[in-house]
């Protein structure tokens, strides 16, 4: 059972920036971080899941919303086990609740990140507020 827990949410004024660490514990012997897609999704009060970024397993295919393009980056290191999303240039619209998901085997990068319903594994959320 993959384990994903989030950290480096905080409160950053518009124009800030922030990075989210992700880290994954409980892979199956002989699978690595590799082998998953991972994604980020946000959700803010009364809205729905978005996903904002995700990167196909072996680093093949990657995502970003339009909202984030040219201001978000997602990486993972997989020596570390651990997933990333610098965040530049924040903006008071980009205050939510960002998870972390991960699924086993997954290649469509852009499918992914519409469809929340087919990440196997997600975190617990870490809270991102931008605000002066």
């Known amino acids: 059972q993959v384990q994903l827990v989030e950290s480096g949410g905080g409160l950053v004024q518009p124009g800030g920036s922030l990075r989210l660490s992700c880290a994954a514990s409980?892979?199956?012997?002989?699978?690595?971080?590799?082998?998953?897609?991972i994604g980020w999704f946000r959700q803010a009060p009364g809205s729905e899941r978005e996903g904002v970024s995700c990167i196909s397993s072996g680093d093949l295919d990657t995502y970003y919303g339009d909202s984030v393009k040219g201001r978000f980056t997602i990486s993972r290191d997989n020596a570390k086990n651990t997933l990333y999303l610098q965040m530049n240039r924040l903006q008071p619209e980009d205050t939510a609740v960002y998870y972390c998901?991960?699924?086993?085997?997954?290649?469509?990068?852009?499918?992914?990140?519409?469809?929340?319903?087919?990440?196997?594994?997600w975190g617990q959320g870490t809270q991102v507020t931008v605000a002066s």
């Open positions: 998901a991960a699924l086993w085997e997954g290649w469509d990068a852009g499918s992914l990140c519409t469809t929340p319903s087919e990440f196997d594994y």
């Open positions: 409980g892979f199956t012997s002989g699978f690595t971080l590799d082998d998953y897609a």
